[in-house]
């Protein structure tokens, strides 16, 4: 195949379906009137209940396109879980631990001999709190720029287009508007027998903040968050150990991927009990005790811990919204039903992120959010989630896009397979830091980029040019015969490319 030109993406924008999702299997579609009764002069073109990553991306984008926007939060600080008590402080502390865990470990390897090197977690959590701090000012600050009214407070719906908001300084108001936007996001998972206290049982709120770094602490939840936090006090000095009910870590994740990581995992002393549950927790005593058995039931044994991480997922928060009060549809799992416009059953009452179907990440949602306040505007939005990266901020980290092996598998799709170990990547050996390979599958027929799996030191980096072919419905020719610069580990998705469709050059 030859490398797509211009005419070819110009020829994708044009004929691409940009109301149609990859979830409208999850969604439903209704005939719905577009009329609104007025409300006064004080009414709001969008009203936004909740200022995270969809909430208030939505609320700066719906001011942009002219809209006049409220957007209401009930922390008191913009920026939801994921800036607050998510994502950012997670990565504060991943990225502090990680260089104590080099300066300990690998400094010396490049000739950097130092003396004793020490944890001092006060000050360590207080740069993570302070990035945390600076952001949700700058968050207010775009609203200010963008001219969005910011109300701080616990809404709940009066009707369609009346939200009762229970201000943080003890009053109450009527927000009305002729569009309300649910991106109230999601709340920790909890387990059936486990109260979490966020001092020996917690959250992974809990976990940015401990006054103290645990000699055990067991992770119950192979998934994303609790090997991240379990990476942070592993590298700390803490005994991890983590629980997991499923017969793998981080099931989503593309197969051969998964178990060259969790090798990577258990070579940093991260221990693994899979096809494990946990039948009860005891916090009486000075520490926590587990005990477990196998999934499939047998023989029971406890566990021992300074402090156990409940991380088995997160859940729709939707609580105190009175969605019932107006007729709002969910499911089973608490999510609420949108059609590919994002609107519920109720007319002019709309929901993004968290709530809706779809994967819970915080880029998925400022996408919703963005596409949502488009088709308000009578413009056209976008969502694809099939093409929705992810990525584990571990070390080394793991990003991914489009399709695992074993989807395509399970589908009866032909395709190839092109890998690329970063052991003959230049630029991943003059620093010493070459764990991890680069695959890609890609059609048999086409060579259409199915999807890319990338596990290496900032593969949450590198994953952007895949996402990008993938939108682009390139081929892996295409990026094979894209020039990258040398020396880069980005040559190690090139040379995978090259292995996909004919043969790399390094191996």
Excluded at 5 to 27: E, Q, V
Excluded at 111 to 136: F, H, I, R, W
Excluded at 255 to 283: A, H, N, P, Y
Excluded at 395 to 416: F, I, N
């Amino acid at each position: 195949m030859a490398m797509a030109s211009l005419a070819r993406r110009k020829a994708y924008f044009l004929t691409r379906n940009l109301s149609n999702s990859p979830t409208d299997a999850l969604r439903f579609s209704f005939s719905l009137s577009r009329s609104f009764a007025s409300s006064g002069s004080d009414e709001n073109d969008v009203v936004i209940i909740g200022g995270g990553p969809g909430g208030y991306v939505a609320a700066i984008k719906a001011a942009q396109l002219g809209l006049k926007t409220t957007c209401i939060e009930k922390r008191g600080a913009l920026g939801g879980t994921c800036l607050n008590v998510g994502c950012i402080p997670s990565k504060a502390l991943l990225h502090s631990s990680h260089m104590y865990h080099e300066a300990k470990h690998a400094f010396a390897n490049h000739g950097v001999k130092l003396g004793s090197v020490e944890v001092d977690l006060p000050a360590m959590l207080a740069q993570k709190d302070n990035a945390v701090k600076n952001l949700t000012r700058g968050i207010e600050g775009l609203f200010k720029k963008n001219k969005v009214t910011y109300v701080k407070g616990y809404g709940k719906f009066l009707s369609p287009n009346e939200v009762s908001v229970e201000t943080i300084d003890g009053g109450n108001t009527v927000v009305k508007g002729k569009h309300i936007i649910v991106a109230t996001g999601s709340d920790v998972k909890s387990l059936p027998g486990i109260t979490i206290d966020e001092k020996k049982i917690v959250s992974s709120t809990g976990a940015l903040s401990l006054s103290e770094i645990p000699k055990k602490l067991i992770v119950i939840g192979a998934g994303y968050i609790g090997l991240e936090m379990g990476s942070v006090w592993g590298r700390l000095g803490s005994e991890v150990t983590v629980v997991e009910f499923a017969a793998d870590i981080v099931p989503s994740m593309d197969g051969e991927i998964r178990k060259q990581f969790q090798r990577s995992l258990e070579k940093q002393k991260m221990k693994f009990m899979l096809k494990t549950k946990v039948v009860s927790v005891d916090s009486s005593g000075d520490g926590v005790k587990l005990t477990v058995e196998p999934s499939e039931g047998g023989e029971q044994t406890t566990l021992e811990a300074d402090v156990v991480l409940v991380s088995a997922g997160r859940t729709p928060f939707t609580s105190g919204l009175d969605l019932e009060k107006i007729g709002v549809q969910t499911d089973k799992a608490g999510r609420i039903l949108v059609n590919e416009r994002f609107l519920t059953n109720v007319s002019g009452v709309y929901a993004i992120g968290d709530v809706i179907p779809g994967p819970m990440l915080a880029h998925k949602a400022e996408e919703d959010g963005v596409a949502c306040v488009e088709f308000i505007a009578g413009k056209h939005g976008h969502v694809d989630y099939d093409k929705v990266p992810g990525v584990v901020y571990t070390h080394p980290e793991v990003a991914s896009v489009g399709k695992t092996e074993e989807q395509l598998k399970k589908d009866g799709v032909s395709y190839r397979v092109g890998k690329f170990p970063f052991m003959a990547n230049s630029r991943a050996k003059a620093i010493d830091n070459a764990e991890g390979l680069v695959k890609i599958l890609a059609d048999k027929e086409t060579d259409k980029i199915l999807g890319v799996h990338i596990m290496s030191p900032n593969a949450g980096e590198l994953i952007h040019e895949a996402v990008l072919a993938i939108n682009y419905d390139a081929s892996s020719e295409d990026i094979a015969r894209v020039c990258h610069a040398h020396p880069t580990m980005s040559e190690a998705l090139k040379e995978a490319a090259m292995a996909t469709y004919d043969k790399p050059i390094h191996i």
